[in-house]
């Protein structure tokens, strides 16, 4: 979808980290547009969306039609509750 054409601007780390950090403080459900607000920095659309593309795919966010969420747990004890679980 957005990796068809070749970005004109990658994001920087800076950028990814700043726009993580900003979306664990917010609440648990928002959009692209109050995602936009919060931030420190203006971030340009199709950057923001590389970054938001990159999230997901690494399943630190949910996207679902009615917003976004962020769903990253680096909890030691959750990893380990997963990988010794029983399956249902």
């Not at 957005?2 to 700043?18: A, E, G, Q, S």
């Not at 995602?35 to 795919?57: E, F, G, S």
């Amino acid at each position: 979808m957005l990796l068809k054409k070749k970005p004109l601007h990658w994001p920087t780390l800076n950028t990814v980290i700043m726009v993580e950090e900003t979306m664990k403080k917010l609440d648990s459900l928002f959009t692209v547009a109050e995602l936009k607000r919060a931030l420190p920095r203006q971030v340009n659309h199709n950057t923001l969306l590389l970054i938001l593309h990159y999230l997901d795919l690494s399943n630190k966010i949910a996207v679902s039609v009615k917003g976004i969420t962020w769903i990253h747990n680096p909890s030691p004890k959750l990893r380990k509750a997963i990988a010794e679980g029983m399956e249902i």
